[in-house]
Nanobody
Framework: QVQLVESGGGLVQTGGSLRLSCRASGRTFSTYGMGWFRQAPGKEREFVAFIDWSGGTTYYADFAKGRFAISKDNAKNTVYLQMNSLKPEDTASYYC?????????????????WGQGTQVTVSS
């Protein structure tokens, strides 16, 4: 069992930055692939970024490339999402997820555990 708790969301102006954190419980955190997703009101949950169990492989949605960076600290059981150059369209609830796999996963249904989400609001 893995429990995930996100933090770091908030209100930021266009062009600003935020760093989201997701702390996991459980001794097997280091073996899980981790992802970030987001969901805006009235829209489906969409993939943002993925990092594999070792932290050596990352993958991003096109809208996140060059602006967002995912990282993982296995010693702290924490995964991060650094978000720069934020835009109003980035406004959403952001969720981290853990998947018990070493494969790259970008679809929500393949993740096993989810956090409760943290709200990011970007004002214009």
């Amino acid at each position: 069992q893995v429990q995930l708790v996100e933090s770091g969301g908030g209100l930021v102006q266009t062009g600003g930055s935020l760093r989201l954190s997701c702390r996991a419980s459980g001794r097997t955190f280091s073996t899980y692939g981790m992802g970030w997703f987001r969901q805006a009101p009235g829209k489906e949950r969409e993939f943002v970024a993925f990092i594999d169990w070792s932290g050596g492989t990352t993958y991003y949605a096109d809208f996140a490339k060059g602006r967002f960076a995912i990282s993982k600290d296995n010693a702290k059981n924490t995964v991060y999402l650094q978000m720069n150059s934020l835009k109003p369209e980035d406004t959403a609830s952001y969720y981290c997820a853990a998947g018990n796999t070493r494969a790259l996963i970008t679809t929500a249904r393949r993740y096993d555990y989810w956090g409760q989400g943290t709200q990011v609001t970007v004002s214009s």
